[in-house]
């Protein structure tokens, strides 16, 4: 069965740094992309971050691009996000999601999400 | 960048009912899309990718069609656990832009 646990959410002030995690189980991690969606409250989904099964291409919203770094650690089937320079507008679930591929492609299963608030 | 247009924002009909949803690129993206539900307070699942292939254990009253830049998800039979929100999503290159979603409610 394909879990995928999201941690790291937390409340930071403006200008503030965090870095996500997620966990992932029941599938060959390497060989698929991983996603990282966001919702921020009451809005619709945003798409921020993929990168491929061997973490050798990323690719960023432009509303990220600069500010968060997407990593993976094959060796431990973990997906990372860090997120710099955070602000206001940054504030959302962040779900992590698998790809159906290795690289660009549909997200067939998702984590539960992590909260990240960014208020001073 | 292409931008992904839903419509409508929001639809009310009854138990039954055939409902449609469009989704509209502004630019071509062969058959790169896919449709999600979100139900209320849930996390968001797969229904169609390859604009027309259902995932698996999806119910047969949702189909999906299109290419290019027009893309319609369809509810045979609406019934009451159909309550959600859709999204489409395109992945034919980054960045992989969600439409705005449609608000499916029951009459």
């Known amino acids: 069965e394909v879990q995928l646990l999201e941690s790291g959410g937390d409340l930071i002030q403006p200008g503030g740094s965090l870095r996500l995690s997620c966990a992932a189980s029941?599938?060959?991690?390497?060989?698929?992309?991983m996603n990282w969606v966001r919702q921020a409250p009451g809005k619709g989904l945003e798409w921020v971050s993929i990168?491929?099964?061997?973490?050798?291409?990323?690719y960023y919203a432009d509303s990220v691009k600069g500010r968060f770094t997407i990593s993976r650690d094959n060796s431990k089937n973990t997906l990372s996000l860090q997120m710099n320079s955070l602000r206001a507008e940054d504030t959302a679930i962040y779900y992590c999601?698998?790809?159906?591929?290795?690289?660009?492609?549909?997200?067939?299963?998702w984590g539960q999400g992590t909260l990240v608030t960014v208020s001073s | 960048d292409i931008q992904m247009t839903q419509s409508p924002s929001s639809l009310s009909a009854s138990v039954g009912d055939r409902v449609t949803i469009t989704c509209r690129a502004s630019?071509?993206?062969?058959?790169?899309l896919a449709w999600y539900q979100q139900k209320p307070g849930k996390v968001p699942k797969l229904l169609i990718y390859?604009?027309?292939t259902l995932q698996s254990g999806v119910p047969s009253r949702f189909s999906g069609s299109g290419s290019g830049t027009d893309f319609t998800l369809t509810i045979s039979s609406l019934q009451p656990e159909d309550v959600a929100t859709y999204y489409c999503?395109?992945?034919?290159?980054?960045?992989?832009?969600f439409g705005g979603g449609t608000k499916v409610e029951i009459k």
């Open positions: 999601a698998k790809a159906r591929g290795y690289s660009s492609s549909s997200a067939d299963y």
């Open positions: 029941g599938f060959t991690f390497s060989t698929y992309g």
């Open positions: 990168i491929s099964g061997g973490g050798g291409t990323t």
């Open positions: 630019q071509g993206i062969s058959n790169y």
């Open positions: 390859g604009a027309s």
């Open positions: 999503q395109k992945y034919n290159s980054a960045p992989l832009t």
